[in-house]
């Protein structure tokens, strides 16, 4: 019996549906270096089935008293600066890839960023006057480049907590110069208590949640530990009516990766590629199909693929490892 027309294309919707999966935001965090990039530096990119790239242009700080910020000077790495990040991001863009423009801060020291909180209101000024001109003007760089995402900040707790309407004023400024999406990328255990997601389009997590104190971390037990991390995620999103992007996500492949991913410490360095991969499986499994849940940016993606990460790395990438090959299949599905 040949069917209607109607029914057909009903019917092979229906198929389509059951058998393809929601697209969606498959991202690299993409490392700046002392030089530019070119078609080489993206086809891996490319090839892992990534659909984003996040730019990540520097601004530096000598230390908490002297809040002002330097960026665009002589001293920095190309990528780290503005017209770094343009090259950067046209080259991606070139190949299909999107772009996220994520400015980012580092102390000298290497002081984390959430503390970064003022002792005198003089200081408050003069960091606040340095922060927007900062922003505003990758802000400016993303509406060029017609990013589709632009990140206002990135694990900057104390200053948000203490600032708040500078920074609600903020995104207003933000939204005059650049009409994309944006959001801000929290740390793990700050998103809960970021007072301005309303303003924004995604709710950002840099996603290091403890989820596992083995030495090799199993994909169940992950899983088990996830079950009290994502209702937590899940409620703030339903409260804003916001979906969830992981600014940062990723694991080193070393032992106890899963106990306190946040830490980079040069003294972890015993090697345990099965860690990372069963922490990396874990978190796919838990958020990759779940409605409210916008995608990720895996960190951190180096522009010479052929010489970074590897089996004998210990560090976050990727890259030549057992794990890419994981990342490959899960954003293939996802595309």
Excluded at 8 to 17: A, E, N, R
Excluded at 104 to 120: D, E, L, P
Excluded at 238 to 249: A, G, N, Q, R, S
Aim: charged share 25%.
């Amino acid at each position: 019996m040949k069917l209607p027309k109607c029914l057909f294309l009903l019917l092979c919707c229906i198929v389509q549906s059951c058998t393809s999966q929601p697209k969606k935001i498959n991202g690299v965090s993409f490392v700046a270096s002392r030089e530019p990039i070119s078609k080489e530096n993206v086809m891996p990119v490319v090839r892992v089935n990534a659909n984003f790239a996040a730019v990540m242009p520097f601004g530096f700080i000598r230390d908490l008293n002297h809040p002002e910020i330097k960026y665009n000077t002589e001293r920095q790495w190309l990528g780290e600066t503005k017209s770094g990040a343009k090259q950067y991001s046209v080259e991606l863009q070139k190949e299909g890839i999107k772009i996220m423009v994520k400015p980012q801060i580092w102390i000298n020291h290497g002081t984390f960023t959430g503390h970064i909180k003022m002792t005198t209101e003089a200081n408050w000024k003069l960091l606040e006057i340095s922060y927007s001109k900062f922003i505003l003007e990758y802000a400016n760089l993303a509406e060029t480049l017609h990013a589709d995402i632009f990140c206002i900040g990135t694990e900057l707790e104390q200053f948000i907590e203490h600032r708040p309407a500078y920074w609600s004023q903020l995104i207003l400024e933000i939204k005059k110069v650049y009409k994309g999406k944006l959001t801000y990328a929290a740390n793990w255990d700050e998103f809960k208590r970021t007072p301005f997601w309303d303003q924004l389009d995604y709710i950002g997590v840099d996603a290091y949640f403890p989820v596992s104190d083995n030495k090799t971390p199993t994909v169940a037990e992950c899983l088990t530990k996830w079950e009290v991390h994502k209702p937590v995620i899940h409620e703030v999103s339903k409260t804003y009516d916001k979906p969830i992007l992981f600014t940062e996500f990723g694991y080193r492949s070393v032992d106890y990766s899963g106990k306190e991913p946040w830490r980079s410490d040069r003294d972890m360095n015993a090697v345990n590629l099965e860690a990372q991969a069963n922490t990396t499986e874990a978190l796919f499994k838990t958020f990759w199909d779940e409605a409210w849940f916008a995608g990720g940016f895996i960190w951190k993606w180096f522009h010479n693929h052929d010489r970074s990460g590897g089996e004998s790395d210990s560090r976050f990438t990727p890259q030549n490892k057992p794990v890419e090959n994981l990342v490959k299949a899960h954003y293939g599905r996802y595309k």
